[in-house]
């Protein structure tokens, strides 16, 4: 398979069948597929027999796009406004002085005092429970750091159905499974999280905010329920991501603190700019001293520049979190109430994105590009939950709303009580 000798979706011969040509025990090839379709090579369907899978794990969900040819608005990019992201001029100038007076030396903390106490105040503010805190290039280096800090190849993960096609690609990367948990308004539906949990999954990964790609947002309800879930299982590897922090107006319902492994992301890129990889990391002792471990023997840390001007940028009132969160809302409510009015079924609680439940994913997406609207294919997103489409609103102008609801409705179709989980 590395020497492309097996096609993408090629039929594997049987386990025995295979053993018998190569002289080996069938257990050996047995135990050969195992390690395959653990590392995300290969993918079994019972009696069906084993396929090299259709994309290796190793290539991401990224190639399920839709190019935006001229003339056509790309809303599918899951980009934040670059009119709502703050300059970086005077922060890099400030922390370039700051560095030039007391350059920082190979031996010296990982983390920059300030970033840590103000990082610390403002999870502390929000319910997340006391720990130390290290910082890691964006929410995905975060969670990967995780993950490998506790889990070996072949554990299976609960990740949110639709979510994150990042975490998708990532998880059979790392040579785990994924286990896809429904999701509604108001988060991953705790059922779910049982039957996963009970079924052997060793850790759960929620998005608290501004869930990528439906919008949903844990509430005080549904964090209660999640958390008698979780009491359950103790042991299991709680991670939490609050990418949405300071682009969303609803309060945070955090669930760590009820496992004995957890760990809560918190990033900059969408209020401040994707280029921006830094994500705050907190955890229970044992989880943060073993990603703070494995960091000194890579990158070593993240630049103490590059977090003395994200200081700046925090303490300067560079983003005004109130009219950011405002802004994404009411794009995103007036394309839902549009959409609405035309019986298309839209969802979008919170961040910059509005899911769409549709019949036909592959027709809708050509039948928008036809329009002159980009979206992104619901493919990117999902496992097993239903087909979609996404939506980012964050460039969307007033005037075009009502256009893209007309056209989203006639690629579309009304859809009455069609759900996304």
């Known amino acids: 398979m590395g020497s492309g000798g097996l096609e993408p979706g090629q039929l594997l011969p049987p386990m025995r069948e295979l053993a018998e040509e190569l002289g080996v025990n069938a257990n050996t090839v047995a135990a050969a597929y195992r390690t395959l379709r653990e590392r995300g090579v290969i ?47 005077d922060a890099f100038a400030a922390a370039a002085r700051q560095s030039d007076r007391h350059p920082v030396q190979y031996g010296e903390d990982a983390v920059e005092p300030e970033l840590e106490r103000l990082a610390r105040a403002g999870l502390a503010a929000d319910g997340v429970p006391e720990g130390p805190v290290v910082v890691t290039s964006g929410s995905l280096d975060a969670i990967e750091r995780v993950l490998m ?27 785990l499974r994924t286990v896809g948990v429904g999701v509604d308004d108001e988060g991953p539906l705790p059922a779910d999280v049982r039957r996963a949990l009970a079924a052997g999954a060793r850790a759960l990964i929620v998005t608290d905010r501004a869930q990528n790609p439906t919008g949903a947002a844990v509430t005080e309800p549904r964090a209660r329920a999640l958390r008698s879930v979780l009491r359950e299982y103790p042991r299991t590897l709680l991670i939490e991501d609050d990418h949405g922090h300071q682009i969303v107006d609803l ?37 943060v001293d073993r990603v703070h471990g494995r960091q000194r023997l890579g990158p070593g840390w993240v630049s103490r520049l590059l977090q003395k001007a994200v200081v700046h940028l925090w303490t300067s009132g560079a983003v005004d979190v109130g009219a950011v969160a405002a802004a994404y809302g009411a794009r995103r409510d007036t394309l839902i109430d549009a959409l ?82």
């Open 43 to 89: 993918e079994t369907a019972g009696r069906r027999g084993s396929r090299v899978r259709p994309k290796p794990a190793t290539t991401g969900r990224e190639y399920l796009r839709v190019e935006a040819p001229e003339g056509v608005r790309n809303m599918g990019e899951g980009n934040p406004d670059p009119a709502l992201l703050p300059a970086l001029a």
């Open 149 to 175: 800090a506790h889990l070996r190849p072949g554990d299976a993960i609960a990740i949110e159905d639709p979510g994150w096609g990042s975490l998708f690609d990532l998880v059979p990367a790392l040579g």
């Open 251 to 287: 309060p945070l319902h955090p669930l760590a603190g009820v496992t004995h492994s957890w760990a809560f992301v918190r990033s900059v890129a969408k209020a401040y700019g994707p280029d921006l990889r830094l994500a705050v990391l907190t955890g229970d002792p044992v989880t």
């Open 340 to 421: 609405k009015a035309r019986g298309v079924e839209a969802y979008g609680r919170s961040g910059m994105n509005v899911w769409i439940p549709v019949p036909d994913e592959t027709g809708a997406v050509s039948r928008l590009l036809h329009s002159g609207w980009a979206v992104a294919p619901g493919a990117r997103f999902r496992m097993n939950a239903p087909p979609g489409i996404r939506i980012t609103v964050s460039t969307l102008r007033p005037e075009d709303t009502e256009p893209l609801a007309d056209a989203v409705a006639s690629a579309v179709g009304p859809a009455p009580a069609r759900r996304y989980v």
